[in-house]
Nanobody, 114 residues
Framework: QVQLVESGGGLVQPGGPLRLSCAAS???????MGWYRQAPGKQRELVAT???????NYAGFVKGRFAISRDNAKNTVLLRMNSLKPEDTAVYYC?????????WGQGTQVAVSS
């Protein structure tokens, strides 16, 4: 079993920043890790992924506003979000695979509103 624990969500004004963190209970050093989000009434969608080698991939709606990074020594994945928009409001989930199984965190709520 692997536990993923997200933190850092909250309420932020449009244009503001937030930093999300995901702590894994096992080593992430060989894993591709990702952030996904799910808005009310919508399907869960990819936000960003980062490979073990540090290559990153972002959804089109990110458009340079978000940055994913990893700290293998701390088994942590970060998502730095800038220039947040109301449409970024969603529950954000951390994701990773170990031994062929897909693991998700419980999610952290991000609300962008004035």
């Amino acid at each position: 079993q692997v536990q993923l624990v997200e933190s850092g969500g909250g309420l932020v004004q449009p244009g503001g920043p937030l930093r999300l963190s995901c702590a894994a209970s096992r080593s992430i050093s060989i894993n591709t890790m990702g952030w996904y989000r799910q808005a009310p009434g919508k399907q869960r969608e990819l936000v960003a992924t980062i490979t073990s080698g540090g290559s990153t991939n972002y959804a089109g709606f990110v458009k340079g506003r978000f940055a994913i990074s990893r700290d293998n020594a701390k088994n942590t994945v970060l998502l730095r979000m800038n220039s947040l928009k109301p449409e970024d409001t969603a529950v954000y989930y951390c994701n990773g695979q170990w031994s062929g199984y897909n693991y998700w965190g419980q999610g952290t709520q991000v609300a962008v509103s004035s």
